[in-house]
């Protein structure tokens, strides 16, 4: 059981570049979400998702969009990466109605 | 703003010594949840806190809630250096939309 796998797990990139980060679930969850976790700041809310074909913002969402076309993937999208864009993110689902969140190993992202 | 705060944020101990990691968070919230992240690593819960006076335990670790005071704790008891990590607080209120509102993190290093 493979639980939450992202990728890719380390990326470089120029600032202006875009790029997509893949997040696949293997636990039927409903739920999904991404953050970004920068030193001292704990782990903060770019988007999530409810189910298949829904999306929200969560607190940081500017420069990111996401899309969640089937059940078990949730895409984190870059347009135009900034240095501010520079952190590990997180994916993670849920059960429906639950917070007892299964992450993902990380994605180091660094922009140049 | 909702806030939640934790202290201390870095925690250097020596093995079989007691410590407490405070929670405090600034919304009306029934609910904390507990997570932990090794170095370079994912975070994995540990415990969810679901009502006033909830009380969880697992090995030398122990957590619990009073929503009156809007504050959990997590109790270390006799420290090994495996418990070295850093801890996080969550809650989810209405305000946030039931979405997970962080702490900081507490580093904790404990000493042979």
């Known amino acids: 059981n493979a639980g939450v796998t992202q990728t890719p797990k380390f990326r470089v990139l120029k600032t202006g570049q875009s790029m997509t980060l893949l997040c696949a679930q293997d636990?039927?969850?409903?739920?999904m979400y991404w953050y970004r976790q920068d030193p001292g700041m704990g782990l903060r809310l770019i988007h999530y998702s409810v189910g298949e074909g829904t999306t929200a913002k969560g607190e940081v969402p500017d420069g990111y969009n996401v899309s969640r076309l089937k059940k078990q993937n949730f895409l984190l999208g870059l347009e135009s990466a900034a240095p501010s864009q520079t952190s590990v993110y997180f994916c993670?689902?849920?059960?429906?109605?639950?917070?007892?969140?299964?992450f993902g190993a990380g994605s180091r992202l660094t922009v140049l | 703003e909702l806030k939640v705060e934790q202290n201390p944020l870095f925690l250097s101990m020596q093995e079989g010594k007691n410590y407490t990691i405070y929670c405090n968070y600034s919304t009306t919230s029934d609910r904390l949840y507990w997570y932990r992240q090794d170095p370079g690593k994912s975070l994995e819960s540990l415990f969810v806190?679901?009502?006033n006076g909830a009380v969880k335990q697992e090995g030398r670790l122990m957590a619990s809630l009073d929503t009156k005071a809007r504050l959990s704790t997590l109790h270390i008891t006799a420290a090994v250096h495996d418990l070295s990590a850093t801890y996080f607080c969550a809650v989810d209120t209405e305000d946030s939309n039931y979405q997970l509102i962080w702490g900081a993190g507490t580093k904790l290093i404990i000493k042979p």
């Open positions: 806190l679901l009502s």
């Open positions: 636990m039927n969850h409903e739920y």
């Open positions: 993670a689902s849920a059960r429906s109605g639950a917070n007892v969140l299964t």
